[in-house]
């Protein structure tokens, strides 16, 4: 069973930066054969995509809403994914959650691309 743990989400200040990270463990799977990818979920709203990154790490997506601020990297090493917020806005207060792809060597943006979750972390920002 895969496990994804969120960490490093918080409050902070509209044009500050955070970093969010996503360890992954368990199960008996390649982590670096499979894409992974960041969502998020605003009180109210539904769950919605904010990028992903290929399983070798050098093509990544964002959602036009978060392109040129925020920053998808990973490192297969540590098993990790990371998302760095900078110039964050009031609207990005959500819960982010990382996801890994249900299929290796696959690509994809929406909800249902995705098997297993991480509980999410959540992240303020204030105006």
């Known amino acids: 069973q895969v496990q994804l743990l969120e960490s490093g989400g918080g409050l902070v200040q509209a044009g500050g930066s955070l970093r969010l990270s996503c360890a992954a463990s368990g199960g008996a799977f390649f982590f670096s054969n499979y894409a992974m990818g960041w969502f998020r979920q605003a009180p109210g709203k539904e769950r919605e995509f904010v990028g992903t990154i290929y399983w070798s790490g050098g093509i990544t997506y964002y959602a036009d809403s978060v392109k040129g601020r925020f920053t998808i990297s990973r490192d297969n090493a540590k098993k990790t994914v990371y998302l760095q917020m900078n110039s964050l806005k009031p609207e990005d207060t959500a819960v982010y959650y990382c996801?890994?792809?249900?299929?290796?060597?696959?690509?994809?943006?929406?909800?249902?691309?995705?098997?297993?979750w991480g509980q999410g972390t959540q992240v303020t920002v204030s105006s």
């Open positions: 996801a890994r792809h249900k299929a290796p060597y696959t690509l994809g943006k929406a909800e249902g691309d995705f098997s297993s």
